[in-house]
């Protein structure tokens, strides 16, 4: 996906995905957490969640959530507040961590190097959690949701269309397009 025009990133950090833009975008950043060098990059940065956000109905052209809507609360809010800021033709583009063999394959790797960087850093006790993680299939404290192609793009038809998913390796790909204007973007 290559955002166009108005860019809203949702759960933006410090900015880091601006620098991928092309010049002629306007990036808005909205993160829950205010980080330290958040403004570093110089884009408007607003503190807020992604299941409230502080924009009129279809003020941006697109939304992207890259590494975050397994992090938030309720996605399904997210999704739906993404489809009323964005105009009518509008792309929502999702990256996330996706979810192998209902999800146990995919966190395996996550918490053996959770596992790992405890041993590294002494901590004996978070190493036998973490691998007992590994084993239990346990969820983190940082991953709220785990989805798959199927859940991701079940989340989003309930307003968007035209729904593209793709997994490359541990990473899923979502595309969709906000209904209205003949689909300018498809």
Do not use: W
């Given at each position: 996906?290559?955002?166009?025009?108005?860019?809203?990133?949702?759960?933006?950090?410090?900015?880091?995905?601006?620098?991928?833009?092309?010049?002629?975008?306007?990036?808005?950043?909205?993160?829950?957490?205010?980080?330290?060098?958040?403004?570093?990059?110089?884009?408007?940065?607003?503190?807020?969640?992604?299941?409230?956000?502080?924009?009129?109905?279809?003020?941006?052209?697109?939304?992207?959530?890259?590494?975050?809507?397994?992090?938030?609360?309720?996605?399904?809010?997210?999704?739906?507040?993404?489809?009323?800021?964005?105009?009518?033709?509008?792309?929502?583009?999702?990256?996330?961590?996706?979810?192998?063999?209902?999800?146990?394959?995919?966190?395996?790797?996550?918490?053996?190097?959770?596992?790992?960087?405890?041993?590294?850093?002494?901590?004996?006790?978070?190493?036998?959690?973490?691998?007992?993680?590994?084993?239990?299939?346990a969820e983190d404290d940082f991953h709220?949701?785990?989805?798959?192609?199927?859940?991701?793009?079940?989340?989003?038809?309930?307003?968007?269309?035209?729904?593209?998913?793709?997994?490359?390796?541990?990473?899923?790909?979502?595309?969709?397009?906000?209904?209205g204007m003949s689909d300018r973007r498809?």
């Open positions: 996906m290559r955002p166009e025009g108005r860019v809203l990133d949702l759960g933006c950090g410090t900015g880091f995905n601006q620098q991928f833009l092309s010049n002629g975008q306007t990036y808005v950043g909205i993160d829950p957490l205010l980080l330290k060098g958040a403004n570093q990059y110089g884009f408007p940065f607003l503190l807020g969640m992604a299941e409230y956000l502080p924009f009129r109905e279809n003020s941006f052209d697109s939304a992207v959530c890259i590494a975050t809507l397994d992090h938030v609360g309720d996605p399904a809010m997210v999704i739906s507040e993404s489809l009323r800021i964005l105009r009518p033709g509008g792309v929502l583009g999702i990256m996330n961590k996706g979810e192998i063999e209902g999800g146990r394959v995919a966190r395996y790797g996550v918490y053996l190097r959770l596992g790992l960087r405890k041993l590294r850093y002494g901590n004996i006790a978070g190493l036998k959690r973490g691998l007992l993680e590994v084993v239990t299939g709220m949701h785990h989805f798959d192609r199927d859940s991701l793009s079940t989340l989003c038809a309930s307003g968007f269309q035209h729904i593209d998913t793709q997994m490359v390796g541990n990473t899923l790909f979502l595309r969709a397009i906000k209904p498809r």
